[in-house]
């Protein structure tokens, strides 16, 4: 059996405008059914055609559930998520948005693909798995695509994320999203006071808040009675991923320009989300000049 996978309150972002993830992981296999669609809408593709992808495609053939449709890259869809941040759906549609006019995407429809329409016959384009993706993940892979791109080829699920997941999970071993991380935090590394923290959250839990809750200072002494209390501001809440970076949330483009001048494992905790087990080392050495720009 085929396992679908995955390339990590209610959010919503519309896609009127708007590569592969960091980490991937299994869901498990599905129960192959046979399909029963009655699409008519050529937009609408039961099997994936072109050969010239990165990737595999998800087999529609392993549930009836999921369906395979074409839209403009500007699809009109408000995507949602819950606490988890994961598991994006579709939360509503414009009227006059192209998955509206559509006919064939329903509200709630769980994202479970994205393939990029090639603009030439010999382009080779990603397979982008979303199955569980974390929603800030998805957004950035829309916004990633090549602006050549005009045209989207998507899979969904129509269902709950519950459903989803039973869909994923099979006759076997359920493979589920840890709803609980474990966080190990060291802090003052190579000292003589260094000391390890073990603690638990839940996943998707902010960094910053996750320690400063347990006591843990992750600000620089300069500023550390002026800290900007997690408005990501001050950036001063400099932080090591020194284990399971890839099980957080990838890093936004004013994060990356903010700490252009230290290893890549580092973060500022305030925009920083944990969705596996992580080590996070506090008061890592810092340049000088990142306190002068």
């Known amino acids: 059996m085929m396992p679908l996978k995955r390339m990590g309150l209610a959010v919503v972002v519309t896609l009127g405008w708007l590569s592969q993830p960091s980490h991937a992981f299994q869901l498990g296999a599905m129960h192959p059914r046979r399909a029963t669609h009655s699409r008519s809408s050529p937009s609408f593709m039961a099997a994936y055609e072109n050969e010239n992808v990165d990737g595999e495609p998800v087999d529609l053939s392993l549930d009836d559930r999921l369906y395979r449709v074409r839209l403009d890259r500007f699809p009109g869809i408000d995507w949602g998520t819950d606490l988890s941040f994961s598991f994006v759906y579709v939360r509503g549609m414009e009227p006059a948005g192209a998955a509206s006019l559509s006919g064939l995407v329903d509200k709630g429809d769980q994202l479970c693909e994205i393939i990029p329409v090639p603009t030439r016959e010999d382009e080779t384009v990603p397979v982008i798995g979303m199955i569980g993706a974390p929603f800030d993940f998805v957004m950035s892979s829309f916004a990633e695509l090549d602006r050549r791109v005009q ?11 519950d459903e989803l997941k039973e869909a994923c999970a099979g006759d076997g071993g359920v493979t589920k999203d840890p709803e609980t991380i474990a966080v190990t935090v060291v802090q003052n590394k190579g000292a003589k006071d260094e000391r390890t923290v073990q603690l638990t959250a839940p996943a998707g839990v902010n960094v910053r808040q996750l320690l400063v809750d347990n006591g843990i200072n992750v600000y620089q002494s300069v500023t550390r009675w002026t800290n900007c209390k997690g408005k990501q501001l001050c950036g001063t809440c400099i932080v090591n991923i020194a284990e399971g970076a890839n099980g957080t949330n990838r890093k936004s483009m004013d994060e990356e320009s903010t700490l252009r001048e230290n290893p890549e494992g580092y973060r500022i905790s305030c925009v920083t989300f944990a969705y596996g087990d992580i080590t996070v080392e506090t008061f890592p050495p810092i340049n000088p000049a990142q306190w002068t720009r």
Not at 151 to 161: E, H, S, Y
């Open 151 to 161: 045209a989207i080829d998507f899979v969904f699920f129509r269902g709950t994320k």
